[in-house]
């Protein structure tokens, strides 16, 4: 993955509700979902769900399929995976798997209760 795909990748993510479109189809992988089903379990009106589906389609973050007179669409799990692999290609010294074993460690020694993400970001700043 490049610095271009990753950030086409981002803007199309830069959504709350696309992000929730994301993760529903994570969830329901590998069968994934028709545009009616998202649209009745996310509450969003089904013209606002195709403009997401659209943007999330050709950024290639989205498969769709047609069956019959229904389009289903799934995550691209393979895709989020190198983006995030992308992401941490660099850390610890070109050893990633360092990192996760250090910070899920200190996570877990320095508090037995879940912090915020906003105390989880602070940590990191």
Same mark, same amino acid.
């Given at each position: ?28 992988? #590998? ?7 998202? &649209? ?41 995976? $190198? ?24 996570? *877990?020694? $320095?508090? $037995?209760?879940?912090?915020? #993400? &906003? ?5 990191? *700043?």
């Amino acid at each position: 993955m490049d610095k271009q795909l990753a950030t086409i990748l981002f803007e199309s993510l830069a959504s709350g509700v696309r992000l929730d479109v994301f993760r529903l189809l994570a969830k329901h992988a #590998p069968t994934g979902l028709v545009a009616g089903e998202i &649209s009745s379990l996310l509450a969003l009106p089904p013209t606002n769900l195709s403009f997401h589906l659209k943007a999330m389609t050709h950024a290639g973050l989205v498969g769709v399929t047609q069956e019959g007179r229904y389009q289903r669409y799934r995550a691209n799990l393979t895709v989020m995976q $190198d983006l995030i692999v992308y992401l941490t290609a660099e850390c610890c010294a070109g050893h990633p798997e360092q990192c996760f074993e250090s910070q899920s460690t200190s996570v *877990l020694s $320095d508090t $037995d209760t879940n912090p915020s #993400p &906003s105390d989880q970001i602070d940590s990191y *700043l």
